[in-house]
T-cell receptor
């Protein structure tokens, strides 16, 4: 049973470019969460999605960041016009359809470096 | 403000030493508590969790944690560490009615042979 998959594992972008991070939840999971870890910090919640719905995006920066979880395919975290401060590790987690109170299982993360 | 504090940022122990990593949270109401571990080059893995019931929780690889409600604490313990326990350890909390995990900054544990 494959775990949460994230790709790419490492992403390098120049300032002003777009970054697209992908997350495939564990089989049978329909809840997806994105977290960001800045250097020397703990993980910070960004957004919680279910299929085709954004449930809570209270942790997302208001500009340049968006997330989706389409009916088919992986969840996508999109960062437009990246800046150096976006350099971080971005982690995706998923949980079963029985509810968000279930344990969240994490992927390996995508390390984004903005030059 | 809701927060999770891990007191020790870096811990160095010799093999067979006992381990205790502190975690305190500042939340009102009922909470769920978690310890995650991140081994070098690997993703976050769940060590143990507390939702309700016995406040002494046993996890994988010989780890345990005790929820002390009056102290808002959920400290992680292991009686005898091994070199393979070298990793980053994260305490996390969410509301019983919520989902967003609030993480501490992590504790980096180095176990020397």
């Amino acid at each position: 049973n494959a775990g949460v998959m994230q790709n790419p594992r490492h992403l390098v972008r120049r300032r002003g470019q777009e970054a697209r991070l992908r997350c495939s939840p564990m089989k049978g999971h329909s809840h997806v969460y994105w977290y960001r870890q800045l250097p020397e910090e703990g993980l910070k919640f960004m957004v919680y999605l279910q299929k085709e719905n954004i449930i809570d995006e209270s942790g997302m920066p208001k500009e340049r960041f968006s997330a989706e979880f389409p009916k088919e395919g992986p969840s996508i975290l999109r960062i437009q016009q990246v800046v150096r401060g976006d350099s971080a590790a971005y982690f995706c987690a998923s949980s079963p359809p029985s509810g968000p109170q279930e344990t969240q299982y994490f992927g390996p993360g995508t390390r984004l470096l903005v030059l | 403000a809701q927060s999770v504090s891990q007191h020790n940022h870096h811990v160095i122990l010799s093999e067979a030493a006992s381990l205790e990593l502190g975690c305190n949270y500042s939340y009102g109401g009922t909470v769920n508590l978690f310890w995650y571990v991140q081994y070098p080059g690997q993703h976050l893995q769940l060590l143990l969790k507390y939702f309700s019931g016995d406040p002494l929780v046993k996890g994988i690889k010989g780890f345990e944690a005790e929820f002390i409600k009056s102290k808002f604490s959920f400290n992680l313990r292991k009686p005898s560490v091994q070199w393979s326990d070298t990793a980053e350890y994260f305490c996390a909390v969410n509301r019983n009615s919520g989902y967003a995990l609030n993480f501490g900054k992590g504790t980096s544990l180095l176990v020397t042979p």
